[in-house]
């Protein structure tokens, strides 16, 4: 049963390495990997080819429930495809951020997107990286880990990321605005961000990806038998 199958449920905002060690722990454990966030990114961008506006919670949701959506795993990072093109640049945009954050609350859509998500939990695990998969999409997880940083450090990370890709990005509003997409993502009235009470806190901010990817793997063997993993520890 599908249940059966272990979860590792990696939320916390944006920016904070969710992704990078997701990635990482994927590889490492030969898991399934869930970007939840690549969905509500891929729904708003539907939704606006569609010319769907943002109060259309039942286009919304209809554009969610029938996504043609397949990742792939590519030389550097997760391939997303849409009806098979490839819109993986295209929903890494900081403005695709925020249009999927307003489509994110939407309580039709996060329904319609539900059961999508859980799909993705097959043998022999799934790494699920979102804002609620501990809380609301995979609960029973054995593990869920919420990652921190604060919203400085973050913006730091991402105008550092922006400037080596050529891309001009004002500092200062790039932490005004993730700390308004905080205050969304916290404050909706769906599956607000926020940890489960059973999750181990994480704050990366000052810690370098090798040292997040070390303490997740020691949380990993204490928490799951995965054949050798309590070797690595």
Sequence with gaps: MKETVPVIAVDGPSGVGKGTLCRSLAEALGFHLLDSGSLYRLTALAAARAGLR????????????????RFDSGEDDLVVL????DVTAAIRTESAGMA??????VPEVRAALLQRQRDFRRAPGLVADGRDMGTVVFPDAPL???????????????HKQ???KGVDANLAALETEIAERDARDA?????PLKPAPDAVILD??????????????ALVAGRLHV???QDRS
Excluded at 100 to 105: L, P
Excluded at 187 to 191: T, V
């Design 144 to 158: 869920k880990i919420f990652l921190v940083a604060s919203p400085a450090e973050r913006a730091r990370r991402r």
């Design 204 to 217: 990366t901010d000052d810690l370098g990806i090798d040292a997040v990817r070390d303490r997740a793997l």
């Design 162 to 164: 922006l400037s080596e």
């Design 82 to 85: 849409l009806a098979g093109e």
């Design 187 to 191: 404050g909706r009235a769906s599956a």
């Design 100 to 105: 999927a954050s307003k489509v994110a609350i």
């Design 227 to 229: 054949p050798g993993q």
């Design 54 to 69: 943002d109060d259309d919670a039942g286009g919304l949701a209809q554009v969610a429930a029938t996504l043609d959506v």
